[in-house]
């Protein structure tokens, strides 16, 4: 049990250090490719947990995921980025981040209905990895349009590494991946720790927290598509943070599942917003040659926020239980509410915001 923790971030670690060292060389001319490689070793891990049987092995499966998550999803990054028109960056980014984050509402749901009548998790894991069969044959049909609409790939200008981390220093986007991995810390903690603190109130289905949350993200990005291109980013930024402190504290204060369902919601709202207006403000602060790599690095921060979500999570929540560990998860977001003003009034020029992010 001592291992667990890790074992869970493992994946998110392996996927940090492909970020972090390959991202530069991951362009529209390879990505088909390696986005392939990435949907083939995910169906191979799935199938491997059936024979992880000892830390070790669990260790190396889930290593070989995170490589796969980092090939599948930086190259749909990529290729997305290339074709995204810049007067609906929040738009493209509000589809993206739905699909992103569907699993996190869908899966619990299911494995609670499913899991119990399979001899193990591990055939949930297999028969998960199975849905990207489908997704190949989409890769396929992709690659295809993209060599009959572009014909020849032509050469694209090399970015090294070391230009990668100069344009990561630079202080606007660094504070968005700062933002972006603070996000995604309190929410990736809360995902890890919901299933026991729903169990210390007496309550089993977990499940229903993320269902609602979700379809309530969902309905904000399906009726306020929009809003995302006409209201300045860090604005719904500010809200998405401010609302995940409301979420957080409801959830602390909850003696029932009335309070945890309003901290659903609450969670929906914000979430509804932020995720898209993140990513949209990176795409309209990057320069041209860097908005595939700046995406990439969203990416990155992600899986940050994964790996450190369940450490920090089961940290703070033995020292000071579930009532401390949301409030530690409140605090963040205000952190965040505070960050989204040193980002208007000192690095991105307010008069402009709305026009360039």
């Known amino acids: 049990m001592q291992w667990r923790g890790f074992l869970i971030g493992s994946s998110s670690l392996s996927t940090i250090v492909f970020f972090l060292f390959a991202s530069p060389y991951l362009t529209t001319r390879n990505a088909v490719r390696w986005a392939t490689l990435g949907a083939v070793l995910l169906l191979g891990s799935g199938v491997a ?50 699909a992103l984050l569907l699993p996190y509402s869908i899966v619990p749901a299911v494995c609670d209905v499913v899991v119990p009548h399979l001899p193990s998790v591990a055939y949930g894991y297999r028969d998960m990895s199975l849905l990207l069969l489908p997704g190949l044959v989409l890769i396929y049909i992709i690659s295809r349009r993209q060599q009959e609409a572009e014909g020849p790939a032509k050469p694209a200008a090399r970015i090294s590494l070391g230009d990668m981390y100069r344009n990561a220093a630079s202080p606007p986007i660094a504070m968005v991946l700062v933002l972006n991995t603070i996000y995604i810390v309190t929410f990736s903690s809360l995902f890890f720790m919901a299933k026991g603190l729903f169990q210390s109130h007496g309550y089993s289905d977990v499940g229903s927290y993320f269902s609602i949350q979700m379809c309530c993200m969902i309905l904000i990005r399906a009726f306020g598509n929009h809003l995302f291109d006409k209201v300045r980013k860090v604005q719904l930024i500010c809200f998405s943070f401010a609302m995940s402190t409301v979420s957080f504290f409801l959830a602390a204060q909850a003696d029932g599942l009335a309070g945890l369902y309003g901290s659903s919601l609450a969670m929906g709202i914000g979430m509804g917003v932020g995720s898209p207006a993140l990513y949209a403000l990176m795409f309209g602060i990057s320069a041209p040659r860097f908005k595939a790599i700046d995406s990439n690095l969203m990416m990155l921060s992600l899986q940050i926020g994964n790996f450190l979500g369940p450490l920090l999570g089961t940290w703070v929540m033995h020292r000071a239980g579930y009532g401390g560990f949301l409030l530690a998860d409140a605090g963040a977001s205000l952190l965040g509410v505070g960050l989204c003003f040193v980002l208007t009034s000192r690095f ?6 709305s026009k360039k992010a």
């Open 49 to 98: 947990y059936l024979y992880a049987h000892g830390v070790l092995s669990m260790l190396a499966v889930r290593l070989v995921n995170g490589v796969a998550v980092y090939l599948l999803s930086a190259a749909c990054m990529t290729m997305m980025v290339s074709r995204i028109p810049p007067e609906r960056s929040g738009q493209a980014f509000s589809l993206y981040s739905v």
């Open 348 to 353: 991105v020029d307010p008069a402009g915001l």
